[in-house]
Protein backbone atom coordinates (compact mmCIF):
# COMPACT_ATOMS: atom_id res chain seq x y z
CA UNK A 1 0.00 0.00 0.00
CA UNK A 2 1.32 3.74 -1.16
CA UNK A 3 1.93 5.58 2.21
CA UNK A 4 0.08 8.37 1.63
CA UNK A 5 -3.19 6.21 1.21
CA UNK A 6 -2.94 6.06 4.95
CA UNK A 7 -0.55 9.15 6.00
CA UNK A 8 -1.73 12.69 6.90
CA UNK A 9 0.91 14.60 4.91
CA UNK A 10 0.78 17.77 7.95
CA UNK A 11 4.31 18.44 7.61
CA UNK A 12 4.51 19.70 3.64
CA UNK A 13 3.05 22.85 5.37
CA UNK A 14 4.24 22.98 8.83
CA UNK A 15 6.67 25.32 10.41
CA UNK A 16 8.69 23.38 13.05
CA UNK A 17 10.64 25.12 16.03
CA UNK A 18 13.73 23.50 17.57
CA UNK A 19 14.32 23.40 21.00
CA UNK A 20 17.35 22.79 23.51
CA UNK A 21 15.69 21.99 26.70
CA UNK A 22 18.96 22.85 28.64
CA UNK A 23 18.66 26.11 27.48
CA UNK A 24 14.72 27.15 27.00
CA UNK A 25 13.23 28.44 30.19
CA UNK A 26 13.78 27.08 33.74
CA UNK A 27 11.09 26.64 35.61
CA UNK A 28 12.52 24.71 38.94
CA UNK A 29 15.39 27.55 39.25
CA UNK A 30 18.42 25.48 39.41
CA UNK A 31 20.09 26.70 36.12
CA UNK A 32 18.85 24.05 33.81
CA UNK A 33 15.98 24.63 31.21
CA UNK A 34 13.56 22.08 32.31
CA UNK A 35 10.50 19.99 30.18
CA UNK A 36 7.67 21.61 32.15
CA UNK A 37 9.74 25.11 30.83
CA UNK A 38 8.64 24.24 26.94
CA UNK A 39 5.51 23.51 28.22
CA UNK A 40 4.72 26.99 29.92
CA UNK A 41 6.01 28.51 26.84
CA UNK A 42 3.62 26.37 24.07
CA UNK A 43 1.33 29.22 24.04
CA UNK A 44 4.05 31.70 22.87
CA UNK A 45 4.88 29.46 20.21
CA UNK A 46 1.32 28.97 19.18
CA UNK A 47 0.60 32.38 18.63
CA UNK A 48 4.29 32.57 16.00
CA UNK A 49 2.01 30.03 14.36
CA UNK A 50 4.88 27.11 14.72
CA UNK A 51 2.81 23.73 14.70
CA UNK A 52 5.69 21.29 15.04
CA UNK A 53 8.57 21.30 18.03
CA UNK A 54 11.22 19.47 17.36
CA UNK A 55 13.06 18.63 20.98
CA UNK A 56 16.70 18.27 20.93
CA UNK A 57 17.84 15.31 23.03
CA UNK A 58 16.67 15.21 26.21
CA UNK A 59 17.76 11.62 27.19
CA UNK A 60 20.29 10.62 29.99
CA UNK A 61 23.78 11.84 28.74
CA UNK A 62 27.49 12.82 29.94
CA UNK A 63 26.68 15.70 27.61
CA UNK A 64 30.39 15.35 26.18
CA UNK A 65 28.29 16.52 22.58
CA UNK A 66 25.05 18.34 23.49
CA UNK A 67 22.99 15.35 24.67
CA UNK A 68 23.79 13.80 21.03
CA UNK A 69 25.86 11.32 23.49
CA UNK A 70 22.98 9.08 24.71
CA UNK A 71 23.75 6.70 28.01
CA UNK A 72 20.02 5.81 28.12
CA UNK A 73 17.97 5.58 25.00
CA UNK A 74 14.66 5.13 27.28
CA UNK A 75 15.24 7.66 29.55
CA UNK A 76 14.86 10.97 30.50
CA UNK A 77 17.88 13.26 31.70
CA UNK A 78 16.23 13.80 35.72
CA UNK A 79 17.83 17.56 35.60
CA UNK A 80 14.95 18.00 32.88
CA UNK A 81 12.36 16.61 34.59
CA UNK A 82 11.16 12.76 34.20
CA UNK A 83 8.55 10.88 31.27
CA UNK A 84 5.66 12.60 33.15
CA UNK A 85 6.67 16.13 32.28
CA UNK A 86 6.85 14.98 28.29
CA UNK A 87 4.04 13.30 28.62
CA UNK A 88 2.33 16.90 29.77
CA UNK A 89 4.72 18.72 27.48
CA UNK A 90 2.93 16.58 24.31
CA UNK A 91 -0.63 16.92 25.41
CA UNK A 92 -0.61 20.17 25.83
CA UNK A 93 1.24 21.15 22.14
CA UNK A 94 -1.31 18.76 20.31
CA UNK A 95 -3.84 20.53 22.03
CA UNK A 96 -2.67 23.37 20.57
CA UNK A 97 -3.16 21.49 17.49
CA UNK A 98 1.29 21.33 17.91
CA UNK A 99 2.87 18.36 17.33
CA UNK A 100 6.19 17.29 18.72
CA UNK A 101 9.25 15.39 17.28
CA UNK A 102 12.45 14.65 19.04
CA UNK A 103 15.63 13.14 18.02
CA UNK A 104 16.83 10.06 17.35
CA UNK A 105 20.46 8.75 17.41
CA UNK A 106 20.78 5.64 15.31
CA UNK A 107 24.30 5.96 14.43
CA UNK A 108 26.07 6.47 18.15
CA UNK A 109 25.65 5.74 21.98
CA UNK A 110 27.73 7.33 24.41
CA UNK A 111 30.46 5.30 25.66
CA UNK A 112 28.61 5.78 28.93
CA UNK A 113 25.93 3.54 27.56
CA UNK A 114 25.59 0.27 29.26
CA UNK A 115 26.27 -1.56 25.97
CA UNK A 116 29.44 0.04 25.40
CA UNK A 117 30.81 -0.31 29.03
CA UNK A 118 30.04 -3.77 28.85
CA UNK A 119 31.09 -4.52 25.01
CA UNK A 120 34.55 -2.95 26.34
CA UNK A 121 34.83 -4.98 29.14
CA UNK A 122 35.32 -8.64 26.92
CA UNK A 123 35.54 -9.49 23.67
CA UNK A 124 32.57 -12.19 24.55
CA UNK A 125 30.00 -9.69 26.12
CA UNK A 126 26.54 -10.18 24.52
CA UNK A 127 26.67 -6.61 23.30
CA UNK A 128 30.15 -6.18 22.01
CA UNK A 129 29.24 -7.14 18.50
CA UNK A 130 26.80 -3.84 19.01
CA UNK A 131 30.06 -1.33 18.18
CA UNK A 132 32.29 -1.68 15.50
CA UNK A 133 35.45 -3.03 16.14
CA UNK A 134 38.99 -4.21 14.32
CA UNK A 135 42.00 -5.75 15.49
CA UNK A 136 44.52 -4.29 13.05
CA UNK A 137 45.92 -0.70 13.06
CA UNK A 138 43.37 1.65 10.75
CA UNK A 139 46.65 3.64 10.46
CA UNK A 140 46.00 7.96 9.72
CA UNK A 141 41.98 8.36 9.36
CA UNK A 142 42.57 12.12 10.20
CA UNK A 143 40.51 13.01 7.14
CA UNK A 144 37.69 11.04 7.71
CA UNK A 145 36.78 12.57 11.29
CA UNK A 146 33.68 14.71 12.02
CA UNK A 147 35.13 17.02 14.60
CA UNK A 148 38.95 17.41 13.65
CA UNK A 149 40.01 19.99 16.54
CA UNK A 150 39.22 17.67 19.06
CA UNK A 151 40.16 14.07 17.01
CA UNK A 152 43.02 12.63 15.53
CA UNK A 153 40.25 10.20 13.75
CA UNK A 154 37.65 7.70 13.94
CA UNK A 155 39.14 4.27 15.31
CA UNK A 156 40.42 4.77 18.91
CA UNK A 157 42.74 1.94 20.37
CA UNK A 158 40.92 0.13 23.43
CA UNK A 159 43.18 -0.83 25.97
CA UNK A 160 41.47 -3.78 27.97
CA UNK A 161 40.73 -5.97 24.72
CA UNK A 162 43.46 -4.62 22.59
CA UNK A 163 40.80 -3.76 19.31
CA UNK A 164 40.31 -0.62 17.79
CA UNK A 165 36.37 0.59 17.81
CA UNK A 166 35.22 3.45 15.18
CA UNK A 167 33.72 6.58 16.10
CA UNK A 168 32.76 9.15 13.39
CA UNK A 169 32.15 11.52 16.20
CA UNK A 170 34.12 12.43 19.11
CA UNK A 171 35.34 9.02 20.77
CA UNK A 172 33.48 9.01 23.57
CA UNK A 173 30.56 8.71 20.85
CA UNK A 174 30.92 4.64 19.82
CA UNK A 175 29.15 3.86 16.23
CA UNK A 176 26.82 1.51 16.31
CA UNK A 177 26.98 -1.63 14.61
CA UNK A 178 23.66 -1.08 12.57
CA UNK A 179 24.11 -3.76 10.27
CA UNK A 180 23.71 -5.98 13.36
CA UNK A 181 19.70 -7.43 13.67
CA UNK A 182 19.79 -7.63 17.50
CA UNK A 183 20.54 -3.33 17.37
CA UNK A 184 17.97 -3.24 14.57
CA UNK A 185 15.27 -4.61 16.87
CA UNK A 186 16.70 -2.67 19.56
CA UNK A 187 16.28 1.08 18.04
CA UNK A 188 12.61 -0.21 16.49
CA UNK A 189 11.73 -0.81 19.76
CA UNK A 190 12.71 2.12 21.16
CA UNK A 191 11.27 4.20 18.45
CA UNK A 192 7.66 2.32 19.50
CA UNK A 193 8.52 3.12 22.96
CA UNK A 194 8.27 7.13 21.69
CA UNK A 195 5.56 6.71 19.73
CA UNK A 196 3.90 5.23 22.29
CA UNK A 197 4.44 8.62 24.58
CA UNK A 198 2.74 10.49 21.79
CA UNK A 199 5.78 11.51 20.00
CA UNK A 200 4.60 12.33 16.03
CA UNK A 201 8.29 11.50 14.54
CA UNK A 202 11.81 11.91 14.97
CA UNK A 203 14.55 13.84 13.73
CA UNK A 204 17.06 11.47 12.75
CA UNK A 205 20.54 12.46 13.54
CA UNK A 206 23.39 11.78 11.47
CA UNK A 207 21.55 9.36 9.00
CA UNK A 208 24.02 8.78 6.14
CA UNK A 209 26.75 7.74 8.78
CA UNK A 210 24.35 5.12 10.34
CA UNK A 211 23.07 3.54 7.36
CA UNK A 212 27.28 3.49 6.04
CA UNK A 213 27.97 0.18 6.14
CA UNK A 214 30.97 0.13 3.71
CA UNK A 215 32.61 1.26 6.53
CA UNK A 216 31.71 -2.11 8.87
CA UNK A 217 32.75 -3.87 5.57
CA UNK A 218 35.39 -6.33 6.40
CA UNK A 219 35.15 -5.75 10.12
CA UNK A 220 31.93 -8.07 10.86
CA UNK A 221 30.57 -11.51 10.22
CA UNK A 222 27.13 -9.89 8.70
CA UNK A 223 25.78 -10.25 5.38
CA UNK A 224 25.32 -6.57 3.98
CA UNK A 225 22.04 -5.78 2.06
CA UNK A 226 21.56 -2.60 0.24
CA UNK A 227 22.41 -0.12 3.09
CA UNK A 228 19.17 1.84 2.31
CA UNK A 229 16.51 -1.27 2.76
CA UNK A 230 17.57 -0.18 6.26
CA UNK A 231 16.32 2.84 6.13
CA UNK A 232 13.09 1.56 4.03
CA UNK A 233 12.44 -0.95 7.19
CA UNK A 234 12.54 2.01 9.62
CA UNK A 235 10.28 4.21 7.89
CA UNK A 236 7.56 0.96 7.28
CA UNK A 237 8.36 0.36 11.19
CA UNK A 238 7.50 4.11 11.83
CA UNK A 239 4.22 3.99 9.25
CA UNK A 240 2.78 0.91 10.51
CA UNK A 241 3.56 2.10 14.46
CA UNK A 242 2.04 5.54 13.94
CA UNK A 243 -0.93 4.56 11.77
CA UNK A 244 -3.57 5.17 14.65
CA UNK A 245 -2.03 9.17 14.89
CA UNK A 246 -2.08 10.27 11.41
CA UNK A 247 1.12 10.23 10.71
CA UNK A 248 4.69 10.29 11.77
CA UNK A 249 7.81 11.84 10.19
CA UNK A 250 10.75 11.00 10.48
CA UNK A 251 13.29 14.52 9.19
CA UNK A 252 16.23 13.38 8.04
CA UNK A 253 20.15 14.87 8.39
CA UNK A 254 21.54 14.32 5.17
CA UNK A 255 23.91 17.21 4.59
CA UNK A 256 25.16 15.68 1.21
CA UNK A 257 24.17 17.29 -2.48
CA UNK A 258 20.91 16.82 -3.94
CA UNK A 259 20.85 14.13 -6.40
CA UNK A 260 22.45 12.24 -3.49
CA UNK A 261 19.93 13.02 -1.19
CA UNK A 262 17.22 11.85 -3.65
CA UNK A 263 18.39 8.20 -2.24
CA UNK A 264 17.76 9.01 0.63
CA UNK A 265 14.02 9.91 0.22
CA UNK A 266 14.01 6.54 -1.78
CA UNK A 267 13.37 8.13 -5.04
CA UNK A 268 11.25 11.06 -5.97
CA UNK A 269 8.04 8.87 -4.63
CA UNK A 270 9.73 8.20 -1.62
CA UNK A 271 9.58 5.51 0.94
CA UNK A 272 12.65 6.21 3.26
CA UNK A 273 12.95 9.27 4.99
CA UNK A 274 10.09 11.27 4.84
CA UNK A 275 11.65 14.83 4.84
CA UNK A 276 15.58 15.97 4.79
CA UNK A 277 16.76 19.25 5.13
CA UNK A 278 17.86 20.83 2.45
CA UNK A 279 21.87 21.22 3.22
CA UNK A 280 22.78 22.27 -0.22
CA UNK A 281 20.31 24.81 -0.83
CA UNK A 282 21.32 26.63 2.54
CA UNK A 283 24.92 26.63 1.47
CA UNK A 284 24.19 28.03 -2.07
CA UNK A 285 21.71 30.83 -0.16
CA UNK A 286 24.54 31.89 2.16
CA UNK A 287 27.14 32.11 -1.17
CA UNK A 288 23.98 34.29 -2.74
CA UNK A 289 23.61 36.36 0.67
CA UNK A 290 27.30 37.00 0.38
CA UNK A 291 27.79 38.36 -3.14
CA UNK A 292 24.31 40.08 -3.38
CA UNK A 293 23.60 38.14 -6.50
CA UNK A 294 20.79 35.49 -6.88
CA UNK A 295 22.53 32.95 -8.97
CA UNK A 296 23.88 30.54 -6.41
CA UNK A 297 20.56 30.44 -4.92
CA UNK A 298 18.01 30.11 -8.52
CA UNK A 299 20.66 27.28 -9.75
CA UNK A 300 20.32 25.37 -6.62
CA UNK A 301 16.43 25.53 -6.63
CA UNK A 302 16.42 24.64 -10.52
CA UNK A 303 18.60 21.57 -10.04
CA UNK A 304 16.70 20.68 -6.64
CA UNK A 305 15.44 17.09 -8.05
CA UNK A 306 11.61 17.81 -7.93
CA UNK A 307 9.61 15.20 -5.13
CA UNK A 308 6.35 13.53 -5.17
CA UNK A 309 3.31 14.00 -2.96
CA UNK A 310 4.68 12.09 0.25
CA UNK A 311 8.54 13.28 0.79
CA UNK A 312 9.40 16.45 1.86
CA UNK A 313 12.61 19.39 1.95
CA UNK A 314 12.88 21.59 5.04
CA UNK A 315 14.53 24.38 4.75
CA UNK A 316 16.32 26.56 7.57
CA UNK A 317 18.87 29.35 7.57
CA UNK A 318 20.42 28.68 11.00
CA UNK A 319 20.43 25.50 13.56
CA UNK A 320 21.92 24.41 16.58
CA UNK A 321 25.49 23.20 14.70
CA UNK A 322 27.97 25.59 12.91
CA UNK A 323 26.68 27.05 9.38
CA UNK A 324 28.08 24.46 7.89
CA UNK A 325 29.83 24.94 4.11
CA UNK A 326 31.56 22.18 2.81
CA UNK A 327 29.65 21.45 0.03
CA UNK A 328 31.15 24.53 -1.29
CA UNK A 329 33.94 24.79 -2.95
CA UNK A 330 37.01 25.99 -1.21
CA UNK A 331 36.98 29.89 -3.27
CA UNK A 332 33.20 29.21 -2.22
CA UNK A 333 34.26 29.00 1.43
CA UNK A 334 36.38 31.48 1.91
CA UNK A 335 34.28 34.31 0.26
CA UNK A 336 30.92 33.35 2.87
CA UNK A 337 33.43 33.32 5.84
CA UNK A 338 34.56 36.90 4.63
CA UNK A 339 31.51 38.17 4.48
CA UNK A 340 30.83 36.74 7.50
CA UNK A 341 32.70 35.37 10.20
CA UNK A 342 36.12 38.08 9.14
CA UNK A 343 37.65 36.79 12.37
CA UNK A 344 39.06 33.50 13.19
CA UNK A 345 37.26 33.25 16.75
CA UNK A 346 33.89 33.25 14.32
CA UNK A 347 34.60 30.16 12.56
CA UNK A 348 34.88 26.26 13.28
CA UNK A 349 36.66 23.65 12.27
CA UNK A 350 37.92 25.19 9.12
CA UNK A 351 34.53 24.34 7.58
CA UNK A 352 31.94 26.98 9.07
CA UNK A 353 30.36 29.51 11.55
CA UNK A 354 29.39 29.29 14.81
CA UNK A 355 27.45 32.50 14.31
CA UNK A 356 23.91 33.60 14.38
CA UNK A 357 22.08 35.30 11.57
CA UNK A 358 21.93 39.09 13.05
CA UNK A 359 25.68 39.24 14.07
CA UNK A 360 26.58 37.80 10.30
CA UNK A 361 24.22 41.11 9.42
CA UNK A 362 26.03 43.25 11.76
CA UNK A 363 22.31 43.71 13.36
CA UNK A 364 20.77 44.87 9.86
CA UNK A 365 17.27 44.36 10.43
CA UNK A 366 16.32 44.94 6.48
CA UNK A 367 18.75 42.66 5.42
CA UNK A 368 16.97 39.98 8.68
CA UNK A 369 13.65 40.22 7.66
CA UNK A 370 14.51 39.17 3.84
CA UNK A 371 16.40 36.50 4.95
CA UNK A 372 13.23 35.48 6.65
CA UNK A 373 11.31 36.11 4.44
CA UNK A 374 13.18 34.17 1.56
CA UNK A 375 13.08 31.03 4.16
CA UNK A 376 9.33 30.94 4.43
CA UNK A 377 9.11 31.14 0.45
CA UNK A 378 11.70 28.34 -0.60
CA UNK A 379 9.60 25.39 -1.58
CA UNK A 380 9.82 23.02 1.15
CA UNK A 381 8.92 23.37 4.87
CA UNK A 382 11.11 26.43 7.20
CA UNK A 383 12.17 25.47 10.00
CA UNK A 384 13.45 27.70 12.98
CA UNK A 385 15.83 27.56 15.77
CA UNK A 386 14.78 29.10 19.01
CA UNK A 387 15.80 32.28 19.01
CA UNK A 388 16.12 33.11 15.50
CA UNK A 389 12.30 34.33 15.79
CA UNK A 390 13.65 37.80 17.86
CA UNK A 391 17.04 38.04 16.60
CA UNK A 392 19.43 36.39 19.37
CA UNK A 393 23.20 36.70 18.58
CA UNK A 394 25.87 34.24 19.32
CA UNK A 395 28.65 34.45 22.32
CA UNK A 396 31.64 33.78 21.27
CA UNK A 397 33.03 33.90 24.51
CA UNK A 398 31.25 30.34 25.15
CA UNK A 399 33.70 27.56 23.35
CA UNK A 400 33.04 25.55 19.91
CA UNK A 401 29.42 25.33 18.79
CA UNK A 402 27.64 25.59 22.18
CA UNK A 403 28.28 29.67 20.94
CA UNK A 404 24.83 29.69 19.35
CA UNK A 405 22.89 27.50 22.12
CA UNK A 406 22.82 30.58 24.97
CA UNK A 407 20.07 30.72 26.87
CA UNK A 408 16.70 31.96 25.18
CA UNK A 409 15.91 35.36 26.11
CA UNK A 410 12.79 36.31 27.62
CA UNK A 411 13.64 39.95 28.63
CA UNK A 412 15.89 42.45 29.69
CA UNK A 413 15.61 41.00 33.25
CA UNK A 414 17.80 38.76 35.16
CA UNK A 415 19.11 36.10 33.40
CA UNK A 416 17.41 37.09 30.23
CA UNK A 417 14.34 35.92 32.17
CA UNK A 418 15.59 32.26 31.27
CA UNK A 419 16.22 30.97 34.98
CA UNK A 420 15.91 32.44 38.44
CA UNK A 421 19.18 31.06 39.45
CA UNK A 422 22.21 32.66 40.47
CA UNK A 423 23.83 34.06 36.92
CA UNK A 424 27.02 31.49 38.18
CA UNK A 425 24.70 28.48 38.74
CA UNK A 426 23.34 28.88 34.91
CA UNK A 427 24.19 25.59 32.62
CA UNK A 428 25.40 28.09 30.04
CA UNK A 429 26.21 32.19 29.78
CA UNK A 430 23.82 34.28 28.63
CA UNK A 431 25.12 36.13 25.45
CA UNK A 432 26.35 39.71 26.41
CA UNK A 433 26.87 42.96 24.54
CA UNK A 434 24.92 44.23 21.23
CA UNK A 435 23.08 40.71 21.11
CA UNK A 436 22.51 40.50 25.23
CA UNK A 437 19.04 41.00 26.89
CA UNK A 438 18.65 44.52 27.24
CA UNK A 439 18.76 44.85 23.61
CA UNK A 440 17.12 41.59 22.77
CA UNK A 441 14.18 40.20 24.28
CA UNK A 442 10.82 38.24 23.51
CA UNK A 443 8.80 40.33 26.07
CA UNK A 444 9.75 43.65 24.15
CA UNK A 445 9.70 42.28 20.78
CA UNK A 446 5.92 41.35 21.37
CA UNK A 447 4.93 44.79 22.15
CA UNK A 448 6.76 46.45 19.09
CA UNK A 449 4.93 46.02 15.88
CA UNK A 450 8.07 46.68 13.69
CA UNK A 451 9.96 43.59 15.71
CA UNK A 452 11.56 40.41 14.09
CA UNK A 453 8.67 38.43 15.99
CA UNK A 454 6.19 40.01 14.20
CA UNK A 455 7.30 40.31 11.35
CA UNK A 456 8.04 36.29 11.25
CA UNK A 457 4.44 35.89 13.25
CA UNK A 458 3.23 37.21 10.17
CA UNK A 459 5.06 35.43 7.51
CA UNK A 460 4.57 32.08 9.36
CA UNK A 461 0.32 32.96 8.88
CA UNK A 462 0.79 33.95 5.15
CA UNK A 463 2.81 30.88 5.01
CA UNK A 464 0.11 28.75 6.92
CA UNK A 465 -2.64 29.93 3.95
CA UNK A 466 -0.31 29.47 0.85
CA UNK A 467 -0.15 26.45 0.46
CA UNK A 468 1.84 26.94 -3.28
CA UNK A 469 4.61 27.70 -0.69
CA UNK A 470 4.78 23.99 1.14
CA UNK A 471 3.38 21.86 -2.04
CA UNK A 472 4.16 23.48 -5.26
CA UNK A 473 6.65 23.22 -8.09
CA UNK A 474 9.18 25.89 -8.61
CA UNK A 475 10.30 28.46 -11.25
CA UNK A 476 12.75 31.05 -11.50
CA UNK A 477 11.88 34.15 -13.50
CA UNK A 478 14.26 36.36 -15.07
CA UNK A 479 14.12 39.65 -13.97
CA UNK A 480 17.23 41.22 -15.96
CA UNK A 481 18.30 42.28 -12.26
CA UNK A 482 21.49 39.84 -10.67
CA UNK A 483 20.15 40.55 -7.04
CA UNK A 484 16.98 39.64 -7.52
CA UNK A 485 15.63 36.45 -7.04
CA UNK A 486 12.20 35.81 -8.51
CA UNK A 487 10.46 32.75 -8.45
CA UNK A 488 7.08 31.27 -8.83
CA UNK A 489 5.46 28.59 -7.07
CA UNK A 490 2.31 26.97 -8.70
CA UNK A 491 -0.29 24.08 -6.97
CA UNK A 492 -3.63 23.10 -8.39
CA UNK A 493 -4.25 26.11 -10.47
CA UNK A 494 -2.68 28.60 -7.95
CA UNK A 495 0.38 30.63 -8.38
CA UNK A 496 2.37 32.82 -6.17
CA UNK A 497 5.47 34.95 -7.31
CA UNK A 498 8.18 35.49 -4.86
CA UNK A 499 10.86 38.53 -5.31
CA UNK A 500 13.58 38.94 -2.73
CA UNK A 501 16.22 41.70 -3.29
CA UNK A 502 19.44 40.81 -2.02
CA UNK A 503 21.25 43.83 -2.07
CA UNK A 504 21.20 46.81 -0.32
CA UNK A 505 19.91 49.10 -2.55
CA UNK A 506 16.30 49.38 -4.40
CA UNK A 507 16.02 48.71 -7.71
CA UNK A 508 13.07 47.64 -10.19
CA UNK A 509 12.67 43.89 -11.20
CA UNK A 510 11.08 43.80 -14.73
CA UNK A 511 9.54 40.40 -15.65
CA UNK A 512 6.27 38.56 -17.49
CA UNK A 513 4.59 35.57 -16.90
CA UNK A 514 4.31 32.74 -18.95
CA UNK A 515 0.68 32.47 -19.95
CA UNK A 516 0.25 35.89 -18.53
CA UNK A 517 -3.82 37.28 -19.50
CA UNK A 518 -4.67 40.87 -19.55
CA UNK A 519 -6.45 42.24 -16.11
CA UNK A 520 -4.30 39.90 -14.07
CA UNK A 521 -3.82 40.82 -10.76
CA UNK A 522 -0.85 40.43 -8.49
CA UNK A 523 -1.97 40.91 -5.11
CA UNK A 524 0.30 41.69 -2.37
CA UNK A 525 0.21 39.54 0.17
CA UNK A 526 2.54 41.54 2.54
CA UNK A 527 1.08 44.76 1.86
CA UNK A 528 -1.82 46.94 0.07
CA UNK A 529 -0.24 47.53 -3.21
CA UNK A 530 -1.29 45.25 -6.02
CA UNK A 531 -0.87 45.88 -9.81
CA UNK A 532 -2.50 44.70 -12.56
CA UNK A 533 -0.83 43.16 -15.65
CA UNK A 534 -1.37 43.72 -19.51
CA UNK A 535 -1.40 40.91 -21.48
CA UNK A 536 2.04 41.36 -23.03
CA UNK A 537 3.59 44.21 -21.77
CA UNK A 538 6.06 43.39 -18.74
CA UNK A 539 5.52 43.67 -15.10
CA UNK A 540 7.94 46.76 -13.19
CA UNK A 541 8.06 45.80 -9.63
CA UNK A 542 9.95 48.24 -7.17
CA UNK A 543 11.87 46.46 -4.25
CA UNK A 544 13.50 48.01 -1.85
CA UNK A 545 17.05 47.53 -0.45
CA UNK A 546 17.20 44.17 0.55
CA UNK A 547 13.25 44.20 -0.11
CA UNK A 548 10.93 41.34 -0.54
CA UNK A 549 7.32 40.85 -1.67
CA UNK A 550 5.19 37.78 -1.94
CA UNK A 551 2.42 38.30 -5.23
CA UNK A 552 -0.26 35.75 -5.53
CA UNK A 553 -1.44 35.67 -8.79
CA UNK A 554 -5.31 36.09 -8.97
CA UNK A 555 -7.57 36.52 -12.20
CA UNK A 556 -9.70 39.59 -12.68
CA UNK A 557 -13.14 37.43 -11.70
CA UNK A 558 -11.10 35.67 -9.05
CA UNK A 559 -13.31 35.98 -6.19
CA UNK A 560 -10.21 34.42 -3.74
CA UNK A 561 -8.73 37.88 -3.62
CA UNK A 562 -7.11 37.00 0.37
C1 LIG B 1 24.46 15.84 14.25
C2 LIG B 1 24.02 16.87 15.26
C3 LIG B 1 25.24 17.38 15.95
C4 LIG B 1 25.97 16.24 16.61
C5 LIG B 1 26.27 15.12 15.62
C6 LIG B 1 26.67 13.86 16.32
O1 LIG B 1 25.24 16.39 13.25
O2 LIG B 1 23.29 17.88 14.62
O3 LIG B 1 24.94 18.38 16.89
O4 LIG B 1 27.17 16.67 17.14
O5 LIG B 1 25.12 14.79 14.87
O6 LIG B 1 25.57 13.31 17.00
Redesign the pocket.
Known sequence: MRITETADLWYKNAIIYCIDVETYLDSSGDGTGDLHGVTQRIDYLAEIGVNCLWLMPFYPSPRR??G?DIADMYGVDPRYGDHGDLVELIRVAHDRGIRVIADL?INHTSDQHPWFKAARRSKDSPSRDYYVWRADDPGDTSEQTMFPDEEDGIWTYDERTGEWYLHH?LHT?PDLNTANPQVRDEIAKMMGFWLQLGLDGFRV??VPFAINQETLLGHDEHEFEEPHDYLRALRGFLQRRASGQGSAVMLG?VNLPHEEQLDFFGGAEGDQLTMQFDFFTNQRLFLAMARHEAAPLAEALSSRPALGVEPQYANFLRN??ELTLDLLSEDERNEVLGAFAPEEQMRFAGRGLRRRLPGMFEGDPRRLKMAYSLLFTLPGTPVLFYGEEIGMGENLEVPGREAVRTPMQWTAGKNAGFSTAKPSALSREVTQGAFGPEHVNAAEARRDQDSLLHHITRLAKRYRESPELGWGACSIIQTGVSEVLAHQLSWEGKTMVLLHNLGPEPTVADFTLEDQQSGTILMDLLSDESCRLDRSSSSRMPLGGYGYRWLRVVGENDHRLL
Open positions: DNYVFQDAEHD
